[in-house]
């Protein structure tokens, strides 16, 4: 079932989405050559301290993190740990912050220091496709407007789109319906609207759209091991159009 938020319940999200996007503002600072996972875990844990909010990653399902770091290959819920960003990485995290009792889901991709151009393409483009799919984020359009313009556009530049993760509707839950896949036909799926709460978040790699999963049961990597890059916000749809949460 799809939970519509009233104004006052998105109230209450554009605040924890902006917690989520300061704590996300403040990571993509950290992102050096030297520094640790761990580290940037632990940054996450007193920011979200200080802020009286809660981690809504830490315990979910057993994961044992606050935020996920995932590095190069490495597409989503990498667990932070004694890992050195190195100069030339790209680095992933997916962070969410619960206030007031509801969620902000965040992430972004970065290069650590000096990138490759195929990697700062990879990037750009993992981005751009992510605002492709918010821009279709309106009421009385259909959830795979979303879906396929995301697929379109990272397609369209040589990347590929990962099929076995999506997005979610979010809310007083993490994952609540509809999912949101970055994939699909357009004109297909439940119709947009006013009210609907959803993160959207691209994944995409540089070469196969597909992935596996490690030994620890959470990281997960492209099968070929090339690259991936992963970027998310959570919009709320109003009767103007998208609007982005999780943004300071």
């Not at 030994?215 to 998310?232: G, I, M, N, Q, Y």
């Given at each position: 079932m799809i939970i519509l938020k009233s104004p006052e319940e998105i109230k209450l999200m554009r605040e924890a989405g902006r917690a989520t996007a300061e704590l996300c503002?403040?990571?993509?600072?950290?992102i050096?050559?030297?520094?640790?996972?761990?580290?940037?875990?632990?940054?996450?844990?007193?920011?979200?301290?200080?802020?009286?909010?809660i981690a809504a990653f830490l315990g979910y399902r057993g994961y044992p993190k606050s935020i996920c770091v995932s590095i190069n290959e490495e597409v989503v819920h990498g667990i932070p740990g004694g890992r050195v960003l190195q100069e030339g990485d790209i680095v992933s995290i997916d962070a969410?912050?619960?206030?007031?009792?509801?969620?902000?889901?965040?992430?972004?991709?970065?290069?650590?220091?000096?990138?490759?151009?195929?990697?700062?393409?990879?990037?750009?483009?993992?981005?751009?496709?992510?605002?492709?799919?918010?821009?279709?984020?309106?009421?009385?359009?259909?959830?795979g407007d979303i879906s396929h313009a995301?697929?379109?556009?990272?397609e369209s530049n040589g990347f590929s789109i990962v099929e076995q993760y999506v997005g979610h509707g979010i809310g007083r839950q993490m994952h609540e319906d509809p999912?949101?896949?970055?994939?699909?036909?357009?004109?297909c799926g439940p119709m947009l609207k006013e009210g609907m709460t959803?993160?959207?978040?691209?994944?995409?790699?540089?070469?196969?759209?597909?992935?596996?999963?490690?030994?620890?049961?959470?990281?997960?990597?492209?099968?070929?091991?090339?690259?991936?890059?992963?970027?998310?916000?959570?919009?709320?749809?109003?009767?103007?159009?998208p609007e982005i949460l999780t943004k300071i």
């Open positions: 503002a403040l990571l993509k600072e950290k050096k050559p030297g520094i640790t996972t761990l580290s940037l875990d632990d940054i996450a844990v007193s920011f979200i301290k200080k802020r009286k909010a969410g912050v619960v206030f007031g009792g509801f969620i902000g889901d965040m992430a972004f991709s970065a290069g650590v220091g000096k990138i490759t151009a195929e990697a700062q393409k990879l990037l750009s483009v993992t981005e751009q496709s992510l605002y492709q799919g918010i821009a279709q984020a309106r009421p009385s359009n259909h959830l995301v697929q379109e556009y990272a999912q949101v896949p970055n994939y699909g036909p357009a004109g959803l993160a959207i978040e691209p994944m995409v790699n540089a070469g196969t759209y597909e992935v596996e999963v490690l030994d620890d049961d959470w990281t997960v990597v492209t099968k070929d091991r090339k690259l991936s890059a992963h970027f998310e916000h959570t919009i709320a749809i109003t009767a103007n159009g």
